[in-house]
């Protein structure tokens, strides 16, 4: 399917989907990108993993972006069957408490992608069944990838 | 068995660190021979059989892409040179493609062909690691001497002359590569795949059809298509479950689609299968060489791009097939000479995830052979 194709037969289950146009001037992939409220992100998933037109079953990669004033999380989805691809743009408003539910139960390579999530980014996944820090020592303080994250000194500086 | 692809549940019972009631607790690692780095994996038992599995991380994390909003775009070829160290020209190389996706540079032909040569000779070099180290690990040492020692030396030689590097290579660049090559390289690449396609065949009758090998790989660690596709395995791993995936096809880049070579799959998806996939590999790739070296003319090897340059707002995601799989770069660029955020996709980390229900139900003594057949490079998991 193309772009069009995508965004209607997605929009035909959810109508309130939105596209996020390409900026003027800015550069930017040829995939389809779709915003996604936080709490319709298991559900939009599981439709699109599932449903045989769409069939998106390969998570190609997933990540979180600190834009200052609020979190973004990212999808990078590909069926291997069809050979579309779909970017997932999940916006979250809350600094002090992010959170957006896991989809690690719908794709099981978002397992450690989500836990680097909240190592590197401190973006809770509820749902997730093993969230802990996995590239950081447990008793590390602070977020490193965070925009406002200061570098502590510690005993090797 | 071991085709279970839903998440295990318990947290307490998928991180162990003592012995369940009637069981041991082994943590292999993090200084051990067979992890190929500092990888450290709790393993539970139950008799001889794994329970459980748990990979710990983190050992050799050098906050690459927190290293990587402070520093201009040029300078972070330096950072992806260390991540996968075995092939650190596709490294170079997936960068470049990510920033030349927000930035159209027109790449100059010879260019792109040398990028070729490096890339697939470096694909060679990786799997003869590969090679090596997965012989020892099962207890063959001679593989090691052969492909470890004499074949890859003489890639290793051959980037020496064109980058003066021997492993972090910073030899491909944004729009072109470094340097052109010395004179008289590429008759010196020529007359080495010449010898390398009798090296392999050396291979095979040494370790790919020995039959305490085949005793020691053959149907263990099966991975299943569906299982593969789940967990987001690329590279060997999955074409050895027999699904054809490889970015050089469905997502050409490069000279790739003037090349012709073919995809070799696997069939059931056991360790042996992961294995036989790499060596053929290095064959397609010697094929891949040979026409580029036929095709290639004198001529430019650097786009026309400044000293110093911004790249203009918005985001680019650059890919290509490693040697271990699809690695990605995901650029998010404001405009200033240093990316505002970039992820990498490293095929390691997101192949290692598959071990904690891969190894499950296999036996401990398999355990060395499943974990060598994936083909991490800790540097990559880490970062």
Redesign the interface.
């Known amino acids: 399917m193309n772009n069009a194709e995508l965004l209607s037969a997605i929009q035909a289950k959810f109508p309130a989907l939105k596209e996020i146009p390409k900026?003027e001037?800015?550069?930017?992939?040829a995939e389809l990108y779709l915003d996604v409220p936080d709490a319709q992100l298991p559900e939009v998933c599981q439709y699109l993993r599932y449903d045989p037109p769409l069939s998106f079953?390969?998570?190609?990669?997933m990540?979180s972006?600190?834009w200052k004033t609020h979190f973004e999380t990212?999808y990078?989805l590909n069926s291997?069957l069809h050979?579309h691809t779909l970017v997932i743009k999940v916006r979250i408003a809350d600094r002090v408490k992010p959170a957006v539910p896991s989809i690690?139960?719908i794709?099981?390579?978002a397992?450690?992608?989500e836990r680097e999530c909240f190592d590197?980014m401190g973006i809770d996944f509820p749902g997730h069944?093993?969230m802990?820090r996995?590239?950081?020592?447990d008793d590390w303080e602070g977020y490193?990838?965070r925009k406002d994250f200061v570098a502590k000194a510690d005993r090797y500086d | 068995m071991a085709n279970d692809t839903s998440l295990p549940t318990i947290a307490a019972e998928v991180f162990p660190t003592k012995a369940p009631e009637t069981g041991m607790f082994i943590s292999l690692g993090p200084q051990h021979p067979s992890t190929h780095g500092v990888l450290r994996v709790a393993i539970t038992t139950d008799g001889e059989i794994v329970t459980s599995a748990q990979p710990d991380l983190g050992y050799l994390h050098r906050a690459t892409e927190k290293l990587a909003e402070k520093r201009t775009y040029p300078q972070i070829i330096v950072l992806t040179d260390r991540l996968d160290y075995l092939a650190a020209m596709t490294n170079n190389w997936s960068y470049c493609l990510a920033v030349e996706k927000l930035m159209p540079v027109a790449i100059p032909e010879r260019a792109d062909y040398l990028r070729i040569i490096c890339g697939e000779l470096q694909r060679i070099a990786s799997h003869c690691v590969f090679l090596g180290t997965y012989g020892i690990d099962i207890g063959a040492f001679t593989p090691f001497l052969v492909a470890f020692g004499r074949e890859r030396e003489r890639i290793l030689d051959l980037f020496e002359e064109i980058c003066g590097a021997r492993l972090t290579y910073n030899y491909i660049r944004i729009g072109g590569v470094m340097a052109d090559s010395p004179t008289g390289w590429e008759e010196k690449v020529r007359k080495f795949t010449k010898e390398m396609e009798g090296r392999i065949k050396e291979y095979d009758t040494l370790l790919t059809y020995n039959p305490i090998f085949m005793d020691r790989t053959k149907g263990i660690g099966i991975m299943g298509k569906d299982m593969a596709i789940a967990w987001g395995i690329t590279g060997p791993n999955m074409r050895a479950t027999g699904f054809k995936a490889d970015v050089r096809k469905d997502d050409p880049y490069g000279l790739y689609p003037k090349m012709q070579f073919d995809i070799p799959v696997g069939t059931v998806g056991d360790c042996w299968d992961r294995y036989w996939v790499r060596v053929q590999e290095m064959r397609e790739s010697l094929k891949i060489i040979n026409q580029a070296l036929d095709q290639i003319k004198p001529g430019d090897t650097m786009g026309k791009i400044a000293k110093t340059f911004r790249v203009p707002a918005g985001e680019g995601y650059g890919h290509l097939e490693a040697p271990r799989g699809d690695l990605g770069f995901y650029i998010v660029s404001d405009g200033t000479p240093s990316p505002y955020r970039m992820h990498i996709r490293p095929p390691s980390f997101i192949n290692l995830q598959i071990l904690q229900v891969l190894l499950k139900g296999w036996k401990i003594s398999d355990v060395i052979a499943i974990l060598g057949s994936i083909d991490i490079v800790l540097g990559e998991v880490d970062r």
């Open positions: 900026v001037g800015q550069a930017r992939g079953d390969f998570l190609t990669f990540t972006i600190d990212v990078f291997t050979k690690a139960k794709w099981p390579a397992d450690w992608q590197m069944y093993n802990r996995i590239l950081l020592p490193p990838l």
